[in-house]
């Protein structure tokens, strides 16, 4: 039940999942590093492979809008975009989520200008964050394809119906082959049966999709929107619980390694997560013990859970691949300390801020930040500012 | 204990297949039930530039993510690259060097000297311009990489060729054919 | 053609999702006649039957009856007077509201 | 194949059907010129039908939460990208039908002239380009009036808007109108057309074409806006009227590839009959700026005799 082995880049496999998935509307709008995803997703189209309409829109925000179009009248629908174009759509982003569009994204995660950069940063997944739609976190090319399946399954469930981005780093999965099983068609079929749209858009039931609310009924649309995301997690739960009985490859919302042993722990996001892992591996060989929390789910952000998990640290690093000019912290730092705020016992919390614009992540990175924890650890006080790893000094 | 990986650095430049070389040879490494991990260098990619690709191959399931700094293994695509500096760089001790040249230049030899490297050497040049009647050089120092390194098996690396170019059945058999070449070509520098 | 009784709101918790209006025409619950100052009297005897104000009339507030003369529906005729302007035998007036 | 039901064309008023697929209760000016081209544009194109719509005038007052105007489905999304919109609905009605059997409903798309000359001119570039099977009509009321009366790409020189009010240094607005029509058939389209509310049964029959037509069609309707303007509100269909028969808003087509003139104007009333009706031209009756109506007269001269050389060719 595996599937079969294959090699393939991380926007292929993703490609291929929305394939399988049998999609039946594509807008998107190229842009490196998710281009060879909306490149192979037109050759699937024109060959024959896969029956869908591929829009071949003229800018990401209307690349958006047709797919919330596409959405609302009921089919399958499937974008791709990064940075610059996630920035273009970002108007529509509320809008696909507050109509409740269960359109799914597949995110090369890409650094914003200035200066123009086409390689990885979180700054556009960050972008994101407020506007409702869920967001997962792809760490290798085998994720990036199984999560695109499951980001199908949990946006079209009904207790969600919420739009869903998937994030592959911009080159480091986007572009770089690795190893995955896929799935046998007729597994993705009974794992992803066609959409049953609730209040599609219906000649013989119309409805007004998208009205005015004034100032009597914006906040209860807002209440009823919002009251949605803490069912989310038990969909998704129960999506990874039944992805892991078809495949065998088991998901879940945050994962850790090390975190029975160790009293210092870094928490991180995507591909650097198994570097991070691979890294703390080589560590404990030489004594030192640090846990490596990563998010799967990072929208909605588990705070419960990683809180419970987190709570009993000495010391944790929050890696940030972005920054978030004049806050008081980068984002993902934001989202950790807010969640740890009520803990009984709070460890010490540093941010550090790493490979921004498509600057390498290594090992010896990893062990920069361990020994910043130790100090830290030591000193009994964190830095005011985030700690830069692999900035070019003197 | 064996390993836990292995890492080749390929050298060219754009439009010489560089990449290519680097995903078929992962791809065969897949073949044999290994882990792969490859990943393009990406700069502004013009042809003609010089361009770099990663190959990692893992008895483990791989979860670094990072470029290769200290690669095992560096194949050198193009035969005007062998002064270059950076082809050295970081190649670990006693490590592979694989050339595209006729005779390795003097820069080349002092560093195998001294890094104490096991350089091979091929024509691919020769071997592209027989069999394609023009200059590519990628696939045949896959051939020559395999000879050189035994990192996968040669049956390995023309099946992932052959389902790679199984659109033109005549550019598989070329490229089958210029594979097999250069792995009986290539020379253990002595 | 109008809706009657009010219009009564649900509760956030009985909303639809997506903000989205579930019914057709519920405009019709928004009595828009009460906009007024001047007020259209038709004069039947004068009517041709040409469907001008038919026609032009922005909500629309003119019913055109089967036999085509028309009606004004005063619950939504906001008195604009394009009606008794376009009526070529002037069968409409504009008289004030009282 | 794309339509499935004809629409049928119109010889008088009696024959305009009767359904109305638009209610009242909508808060758009009294007076407002937006309603006609609605309600004709429901009655011409057969169901099924969806209705997309830019922000604007008409999506602001016919969709009050909880109350809507609509009694056929009608999504809006924001301001820029209507045509985007409408083409991925297309797109996924004609996946669905294909895949399902659902039934395929014709597109029409209502957008202001802001949302249609300026921010989402790009959009409906885009949509025509691509080839969607949808009728595109644009309601021009010649400003952003849903803001507030400020001028667009579509605001004629001369007019006097919040962002371009007539002043002593500059009186109104002094660049020329885009040219909608030709911008649309430029991009292969197969009809499109003017149309104005004080000429309905030309108007009807200009809907019913566009929904006969497969691919792409643009309408460009004349939208008199009382609040806009400045004039009395009774006067709306009077002021339509003048803008044809002043060869302001020449009514003409585009079909088989030629231009025609569908409501010839012999004799033009002189503009200054239009002018004079309409708050925000009637600085332009003052003595200091009539070197401007001598330019606005030339203008539309201009334009007209262009018109006309386009219709001749065959």
Known sequence: MMGKRVGMNGDRAVAFAAKQAKVDVISAYPITPQTIIVETLAEYVNNGELDAAFIPVESEHSALSAAIGASLAGARVFTATSSQGLALMWEILWIAAGLRAPIVMAMGNRALSPNINIHCSHDDAYAARDTGWLQLFAENVQEAYDLTLLAFKIAEDHRVLLPTIVNLDGFILTHAAEGLYVLDDKDVDSFLPPRKPVNPIDPDNPKTYGPLDFTDWYMEHRKIWYDTYPNVPQVIKEAFAEYEKLTGRRYVQIKTFNAEDADKAIVILGSSAGTARYAARKLKEKGQNMAVISLTQYRPFPRKELRTILEKFDVVAVLDRSLSFGSPGNQLFMDVATSLYNAKKKPLLVNVVYGLGGRDFTPRHVEQVYQLMEEVQKRGEAPEEPVWVGLREA | MEREFYEVRWHGRGGQGVVTSSELLALAALKEGKHVYHAPEFGPERRGAPVRAYTRIGNVPLELHSGIYEPDIVVVIDPSMQNEPFIFAGLKKNGTLVINAKTPSEKVLENVKNLGLNLWIVDAYKIAMEVFGRPFYNTPMLGALVKASNIVNLDSVLSAVSERFSKDSKIAQLNVLAIKRAYEEVKKYE | MSKSTPFVLKTWKEMPIGGIISEPKTSLYNKTGNWRALKPVLNKDKCIRCLLCWTHCPEPAIIRLDDDYVSIDYDYCKGCGICANVCPVHAIEMVMEE | ?314
């Not at chain 4, 002043?167 to 660049?175: C, F, L, N, S, T």
């Not at chain 4, 020329?176 to 058939?185: D, F, G, M, V």
Request: hydrophobic content about 40%.
């Open chain 4, 1 to 314: 194949m794309y339509v499935s039901v004809k629409a049928t064309p119109i010889k008088s008023l009696k024959e305009l059907p009767r359904t109305e697929q638009f209610a009242p209760g909508h808060r758009l000016c009294a007076g407002c010129g937006i309603p006609q081209v609605v309600r004709f544009a429901l009655k011409a194109v057969p169901d099924p039908k969806v209705v997309v719509n830019a922000t604007g005038c008409l999506e602001v007052a016919t969709t009050i939460f909880p109350y809507t105007s609509w009694g056929v489905p009608w999504v809006h999304v924001a301001f820029e990208n209507a045509a985007a919109v409408a083409s991925g609905i297309e797109a996924a009605f004609r996946v669905l039908s294909k895949k399902y059997g659902t039934k395929k409903p014709k597109i029409i798309v209502f957008g202001g002239d802001g949302g249609t000359f300026d921010i989402g001119f790009q959009a409906l570039s885009g949509a025509l380009e691509r080839g969607h099977d949808l009728i595109y009509i644009c309601y021009d009321n010649e400003a952003y009036m849903n803001t507030g009366i400020q001028r667009s790409g579509a605001t004629p020189k001369g007019a006097s808007t919040t962002t371009s009010p007539a002043g002593k240094a500059v009186p109104g607005k002094m660049e020329r109108k885009k040219n909608l029509i030709e911008i649309a058939i430029a991009h292969g389209i197969k009809y499109a057309a003017t149309m104005n509310p004080a000429f309905p049964i030309d108007m009807y029959n200009k809907i019913v074409k566009a929904a006969n037509t497969p691919g792409p069609t643009v309408l460009h309707y004349f939208t008199p806006c009382p609040t806009g303007w400045y004039f009395d509100p009774s006067r709306s269909i009077e002021i339509a009227r003048l803008a044809v028969q002043t060869r302001i808003w020449p009514l003409y087509e585009y079909e088989d590839g030629k231009i025609r003139i569908t409501v010839p104007v012999k004799d033009p009333k002189p503009v200054e009959d239009y002018f004079k009706l309409q708050g925000r031209f009637r600085h332009l009756l003052e003595p200091e700026n009539k070197w401007l109506l001598d330019e606005i007269k030339r203008d539309i001269e201009e334009n007209w005799n262009r018109l006309l050389k386009l219709a001749e060719q065959k």
